[in-house]
């Protein structure tokens, strides 16, 4: 092994330092650990030490390189960082904190050191300030379990040395990870772009339309995201989670987009975090969440008339799925008086779209279909103010026919998996927009550093961004809010049918 930084020391020992440690002396590197509790390097080290006998013990390591990698730590004070061409901190997220401690290393360590930040939401300029030599810091910004999230951002900040990003970069590939670069803004990459997902999720439950656990079902079953929002903010706690929101929401100054919620900062003040206190947005017991049951669907005797609206989302689709569900279909200019009538808008509400369209709003429930029936494990329905209870059953039975899940919803402005993924793709291409980062970078770190499914910008060409568009504009309509705003670089790239993964030139 020949690592960019054959001597480096990371600075905090705890889980996020110590994973950091980890890949550095898997790379090769003499790894100085330092804390300032003597103590915590020391048990960190042992826990490395432990971690390395259970790779070996699976085969991922044999037992000289894991004797190696023991032999790379060495837990020390800051009196042992002359000889480092690197060093990376990995303490608390506090401004003064971490410039103080810049401040005493720089007076330690020789001119040409690398200084890193592990910071999640400051700014790396801001931590630069006040340093004789500015130019040699930057972002290093790594996700917990270290070892297991292999996305790094990599943030140059205003008077970063080029050479030292790209070194950085380096050697994030040398330790096994995938670097991404991003500009020195609020968030960076992944909280920046990972602001879609929960806030708007927040903002449909405080809405009514849905509670927890049927939001969760619908992105999980019709987007195909690994956790619904109110299971990822139980795993990650709110003591992280809706610090993080306020942080990039205060930084871009009120932002409409990045707007928190007061569902979050309630359940805060109220020790209500999540899994590790048992009690989140789902009860725990044993680790595992009870999450209520779904109602079965209704069984319906006396099946009425099916009428599609002529200006349906996938109109086509849906008379097929109809059809392939036996369902009686009307074929006239305007339903029966008998019939069960349907709508599939994008962004509107069913209540608009009846009252526009002159439908009986009585009988009118709408379906999503943003995304392909075939592609996904669920269908949604919606029902508004005056749907009644025959027909809101009726339409419930008749997509339930083939054993699909179906989720019937309150109405509202767009559907849950609209809004969503609106809101996703929005954020990112506005991203693109201010420059933060690639597109080609904004979805690796998106898919490596969240799990999505897709990137952001790959759900906008999936889904189709002149539809994203739509469901933007019509819920800006509906709601006349700015946090529904189109970004310009979604609007050019849909009204002339661009790619969203595309570089301008």
């Known amino acids: 092994m020949n690592p960019t930084f054959p001597t480096i020391a990371v600075i905090g020992a705890g889980a996020m330092g110590r994973g950091i440690a980890q890949i550095a002396a898997q790379a090769g590197s003499l790894v100085r650990l330092v804390d300032n509790q003597a103590e915590a390097s020391i048990q960190a080290k042992a826990a490395l030490a432990d971690q390395w006998d259970k790779l070996a013990a699976k085969g991922k390591l044999d037992a000289a390189q894991a004797q190696a990698c023991k032999d790379r730590i060495q837990p020390g004070t800051l009196s042992d960082l002359a000889d480092c061409q690197m060093v990376v901190e990995a303490i608390v997220e506090r401004l003064d904190v971490k410039r ?10 020789a001119p040409s050191t690398v200084l890193a930040t592990n910071t999640s939401s400051l700014s790396v300029t801001a931590i630069a300030a006040g340093l004789k030599r500015p130019g040699q810091l930057a972002g290093f910004h790594f996700f917990n379990p270290v070892p297991l999230m292999k996305v790094v951002e990599v943030i140059a900040g ?28 609020p968030g960076f990459i992944v909280n920046h772009a990972g602001r879609g997902y929960n806030t708007e999720a927040l903002r449909i439950v405080s809405e009514g339309v849905a509670d927890f656990a049927t939001i969760d079902r619908i992105l999980r079953d019709q987007v195909g995201f690994k956790l619904g929002p109110f299971e990822l903010m139980d795993l990650t706690a709110l003591d992280v989670s809706h610090p993080v929101m306020e942080s990039v929401y205060n930084q871009y100054y009120q932002e409409p987009r990045y707007r928190p919620s007061v569902i979050t900062a309630q359940r805060l003040a109220g020790g209500v975090l999540g899994r590790k206190t048992g009690q989140g947005f789902y009860n725990y017991l044993d680790g ?13 005797s006396d099946m009425p008339p099916v009428w599609v609206s002529t200006r349906a989302a996938r ?6 799925l109809l059809k392939d569900l036996g369902a009686k279909i009307e074929t006239g200019q305007s339903p029966s008086a008998q019939a069960l009538t349907l709508v599939a808008p994008l962004g509107f509400d069913v209540t608009t779209v009846a009252v526009v369209e002159r439908l009986d709003p009585a009988r009118t429930v709408g379906i999503d279909m943003l995304i392909e029936d075939a592609a996904t494990r669920r269908r949604v329905l919606a029902s508004n103010p005056a749907t009644r209870a025959d027909m809101k059953a009726a339409a419930h039975a008749l997509f339930a026919r083939d054993g699909k899940p179906v989720s019937l919803i309150r109405d509202s402005g767009g559907f849950i998996s609209q809004r969503v993924v609106a809101t996703i793709v929005n954020i990112a291409s506005d991203m693109c927009q201010q420059g933060i980062c690639s597109p080609a970078d904004l979805e690796t770190a998106v898919t490596l550093g969240l799990g999505y499914p897709l990137g952001p910008l790959a759900m906008g060409n999936r889904w189709g961004p002149t539809n994203v568009l739509e469901v933007l504009f019509n819920m800006q309509t509906v709601y006349g809010d700015p946090r529904y705003r189109p970004s310009p670089w979604l609007h050019r790239r849909g009204a002339i049918g661009l790619s969203l993964l595309q570089e301008e030139s």
């Open 100 to 109: 103080s401690l810049f401040a005493q290393i720089e007076d330690i360590v």
């Open 158 to 185: 205003l008077k970063t040395d080029p050479a030292v990003a790209q070194g950085l970069a380096r050697y994030a590939r040398e330790m096994g990870h995938t670097p991404v670069q991003a500009a020195d803004t």
């Open 288 to 300: 595992k969440a009870q999450v209520p049951a779904e109602a079965p669907a209704p069984e319906v």
């Open 315 to 320: 109109r086509a689709e849906l008379l097929q």
